[in-house]
């Protein structure tokens, strides 16, 4: 994987909007530092509102926060190098299915841990979960391909990037990020779970194919019925 991958389908959507919500907290921050904070606190991670005021959209919404514009720049271009080639190989509904799935799974462990650890103050925000969800989909399915270490001018093979990413996340275990490399983990825990037991394009896929073969089986039920009538009349009125 060499050069700029093609900027397109769901990838470009979800770096757009996380790159339009980083300039619009970066512009209330400027002009109205009140409505960024409590917005801050009302769609960022907060395992207590989570728990005791039912704040369950966190568990999607902290991943549009972001703060810092080089550790911005440095999630989204991930997302979009890895988001755009996994895309191109399984389709846009599988892309956000194991993206929000495994950002799901980050939320859910960082929220463990901070019970665990009555850490409830913490507040997260920012897409790692629903990326190392993606890099472990692309180190295990694709574990000998060769991935560029954008901005640098070398590659490495995609289970050993995926590796350093996990050994850093372990590290910073130990670290006062705890609970934000333990989410990190989650999502890869979950990236993990989903391709091995969800259907090969999705569930969404599956769930409307589902449907569809409900609705055709319903439709030839409706054809024989129609046709049992028919003879039956046709049956009748020979016999008159």
């Given at each position: ?28 921050g ?10 801050t ?15 369950i ?71 790692w ?52 490399a ?59």
């Amino acid at each position: 994987m060499l050069g700029f991958p093609d900027f397109s389908g769901f990838t470009r959507k979800l770096v757009l909007w996380n790159l339009g919500a980083y300039f619009l907290m970066l512009l209330l921050g400027v002009f109205a530092r009140g409505i960024a904070a409590d917005l801050t606190w009302f769609f960022g991670l907060s395992p207590d509102a989570v728990l005791h005021r039912g704040f369950i959209w966190q568990l999607v919404t902290y991943t549009f926060l972001h703060a810092g514009i080089l550790g911005t720049a440095f999630e989204l271009l991930s997302l979009w190098f890895l988001g755009s080639f996994l895309e191109s190989s399984h389709g846009a509904r599988w892309l956000a299915e194991i993206f929000f799935f495994s950002a799901i799974g980050a939320a859910l462990a960082a929220i463990a841990l901070s019970l665990y650890l009555h850490g409830f103050g913490v507040v997260l925000y920012g897409c790692w979960g629903g990326i190392f969800g993606l890099l472990i989909a692309f180190g295990v399915l694709y574990a000998d391909m060769d991935f560029m270490m954008f901005p640098l001018p070398i590659s490495i093979k995609a289970k050993y990037l995926v590796a350093v990413y996990l050994l850093i996340a372990l590290a910073m275990l130990f670290s006062a990020e705890r609970i934000f490399a333990f989410s990190q983990l989650g999502g890869a825990l979950f990236g993990y779970l989903y391709i091995k037991f969800s259907p090969r394009r999705g569930f969404a896929f599956a769930g409307s194919e589902s449907v569809y073969g409900l609705r055709n089986r319903y439709y030839r039920w409706k054809r024989r019925r129609a046709a049992r009538k028919f003879e039956v009349y046709m049956r009748k009125h020979r016999d008159n």
